[in-house]
């Protein structure tokens, strides 16, 4: 359980932890109101280094304040799921393309223990994560220091976006885990090549797959307005 309570130290950074890992499962869901004093019970801290953690989370776009000061987690509507794959579609290919110019073989080899682990995942939410992680490691590896920078403050809604298209359509996708190994292997094969504009392609091709959820979340959206329709 992400939110038992902490006995280390450093306890904004571990609170910070188990927040964002509980908002990315979908243990707290998008909206859900979460007071401070209620998180601090939970993990058994006191109300400080929930304020800190909430603050910090709030920074990586994974909680919101209304104007009452009242803390919820974000909730991603369709126009924030388009700018998340707009940005998606700008840096990562970029990213891609420098990473097979650059990347060690320590890089590769870490890409490919990523891999691996994900084959062995046993839960959705550790697809996901594993999935966002890949992500990360190619941004780091192609050395652009400006575009990780505006990675960081992605990073976390890219994850918080996948775990929330996979829950919903898992039954749909039921082969999520065997897709993304697939797809992250045709990536690692030709980041492994060097050829820069071969890898800016595939990571365009993969991040373009993405498009169809957001289809069928626009599909939705259109039927439950017409539901709610005078």
Request: proline share 3%.
């Amino acid at each position: 359980m992400s939110l038992s309570p902490l006995s280390r130290p450093n306890l904004a950074h571990i609170v910070r932890s188990r927040l964002s890992e509980a908002i990315l499962s979908g243990e707290l869901e998008p909206g859900q109101h979460v007071p401070e004093p209620e998180l601090a019970s939970r993990l058994g801290v006191s109300r400080a280094p929930v304020r800190e953690a909430l603050i910090e989370l709030e920074r990586q776009g994974l909680v919101t304040s209304d104007s009452r000061g009242r803390t919820h987690i974000a909730r991603l509507t369709l126009e924030d799921m388009e700018e998340i794959y707009s940005l998606r579609l700008a840096l990562e290919p970029l990213a891609a393309g420098l990473t097979a110019e650059r990347a060690t073989t320590q890089d590769f080899e870490t890409l490919a223990a990523n891999i691996a682990a994900t084959e062995q995942a046993t839960s959705l939410a550790e697809v996901t994560r594993l999935d966002a992680a890949f992500h990360d490691l190619i941004m780091r590896a192609s050395g652009h220091r400006r575009a990780a920078h505006f990675w960081e403050g992605l990073r976390y809604q890219v994850e918080a976006w996948l775990g929330l298209m996979q829950r919903r359509h898992q039954a749909v996708f039921h082969s999520t885990q065997v897709e993304t190994v697939k797809a992250h292997k045709r990536l690692l094969k030709v980041l492994r090549s060097g050829d820069a504009a071969a890898a800016e392609e595939e990571m365009k091709k993969h991040i373009v797959s993405w498009r169809r959820w957001l289809a069928m979340e626009a599909d939705a959206a259109a039927r439950s307005d017409r539901k709610t329709a005078p």
